[in-house]
């Protein structure tokens, strides 16, 4: 069972995506973007999982609205397909796999940082976006105006609960400027934090569907007109932290708003030599969560 967030006219309603049916839910507090928090509260109380208390929510619907995705996502008769939680913070994990290291070590001319933080106890975690800085599933994301050098990052996205447990899992893309970080690591914040530099999506899957999140499947497509000009997959057995490792050193002496989303790093990064272009169009699929696609533009000032 996943969890899609669709316009439906004027409404925004949060939906069920079962094969390819999405059974909407009419009730507009679930489509307001923190539907899915508020489904794991209520399931919580009723001391069911997420997945119970919505099976039990959609048998007790008369006459349910029933859409095919596929209409959604071709925004066929005025549906729209939106970002499925609206996060109050979204954070990033990085160099949490060998390739992400790689790639940071290159980029930099102070060698050894990201040997460093790679090797070390303590993560690096670091502040990516608040909800007014993400793009949804189809919409435009952006790289900046002032890099050369931008690349998509496809990354397993963890969503907290109430209790800031892991509640669900979804798609990250942590679009970066490689060459504002490469230039100095303090520069950090410049490359990752941006107008739309943060997407994620498609769908919701609640954290019980997924038996182990450290065994996931990532491929990443990057389209330029009709060709395929970058590929490649990666698997979440690859990082070398934890996610509840992650979220530990996340919580830690923080205040952490319920329905925060942790990015888990990438382990995917394109041929040093490749940077994004307008209208670039980048795919994310991991396994049972499904496809992130977003066109890319460039920013103007
Ligand atoms: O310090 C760089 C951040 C790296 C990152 O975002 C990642 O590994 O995913
Ligand atoms: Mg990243």
């Not at 399931?43 to 039990?56: D, L, P, Q």
């Not at 893309?173 to 997407?199: V, W």
């Not at 999506?201 to 009709?226: F, H, T």
């Not at 830690?252 to 272009?277: A, C, E, H, Q, W």
Request: some cysteine; overall charge positive; charged content about 30%.
């Amino acid at each position: 069972m996943r969890l899609v967030r669709v316009k439906d006219g004027l409404e925004q309603k949060l939906g069920i995506l079962e094969n390819h049916d999405v059974t909407l839910l009419p009730d507009r507090k679930l489509g307001s973007g923190k539907g899915f928090l508020l489904l794991v509260k209520q399931a919580s109380r009723r001391r069911m999982t997420t997945v119970e208390y919505v099976k039990e929510v959609i048998n007790e619907l008369k006459n349910p609205k029933v859409i095919k995705f596929d209409d959604i996502i071709s925004n066929k008769k005025s549906f729209r397909l939106l970002i499925p939680i609206v996060p109050s913070e979204v954070w990033g994990a990085g160099v949490t796999y060998y390739r992400s290291k790689q790639a940071r070590e290159y980029e930099t001319s102070i060698k050894g940082i990201y040997d460093l933080v790679y090797n070390s106890k303590r993560p690096e975690i670091f502040f990516k976006a608040t909800s007014s800085r993400c793009a949804g599933p189809e919409d435009i994301a952006y790289i900046r105006g002032d890099s050369n050098w931008s690349v998509p990052e496809p990354e397993l996205a963890v969503i907290l609960g109430p209790k800031l447990e892991v509640a669900g899992f979804t798609i990250g893309n942590d679009l970066s400027a490689r060459d504002i970080e490469g230039e100095n690591p303090l520069y950090l914040p410049q490359a990752k934090i941006y107008r739309a530099s943060c997407s994620i999506g498609p769908a919701i899957v609640p954290a019980e569907s997924i038996d182990n999140p450290n065994n996931l499947q990532i491929e990443m497509r990057v389209y330029r007109g009709n060709n395929l000009v970058f590929n490649d997959s990666t698997n979440t057995s690859k990082m070398k932290r934890k996610i509840e490792e992650l979220i530990d050193f996340l919580k830690k002496y923080n205040i952490i708003p319920p329905g925060t989303v942790l990015l888990t790093g990438t382990g995917i990064v394109p041929p040093d030599d490749f940077s994004l272009r307008d209208n670039d169009i980048v795919e994310i699929e991991i396994e049972k969560i499904g496809v992130l696609r977003n066109k890319i533009k460039i920013l103007s000032s």
